[in-house]
Nanobody, 122 residues
């Protein structure tokens, strides 16, 4: 059983930064792609960023140039560095483990964390 635990959310002013972390259990973390998603109140969950087992990355257009996903396989952790935050980035952020090695933007995730709240005030 894989467990994913997010941390690092909070309240920040527009223009500020936060770094989210997602710690994964299990010995095979490095073999899988990882992703970040978010869900704002009343909206569908949406893709934010993903990283492959080898470090390749992809981003949603709405966060490109502002957010950076990275991973530390020695620590079984994936990060989301969020800069130049906007009120529209307010959401619960979830990390997820991909079903394979590559980065995915859709439904190819099989384990999810419980989420961490990010609130950006204007």
């Amino acid at each position: 059983q894989v467990q994913l635990v997010e941390s690092g959310g909070g309240l920040v002013q527009a223009g500020g930064s936060l770094r989210l972390s997602c710690a994964a259990s299990g010995r095979t973390f490095s073999n899988y792609g990882m992703g970040w998603f978010r869900q704002a109140p009343g909206k569908e969950r949406e893709f934010v960023a993903a990283i492959s087992w080898s470090g390749g990355t992809t981003y949603a257009d709405s966060v490109k140039g502002r957010f950076t996903i990275s991973r530390d396989n020695a620590k079984n952790t994936v990060y989301l560095q969020m800069n130049s935050l906007k009120p529209e980035d307010t959401a619960v952020y979830y990390c997820a483990r991909g079903s394979g090695r590559y980065y995915y933007t859709g439904s190819e995730y099989d384990y999810w964390g419980q989420g961490t709240q990010v609130t950006v005030s204007s």
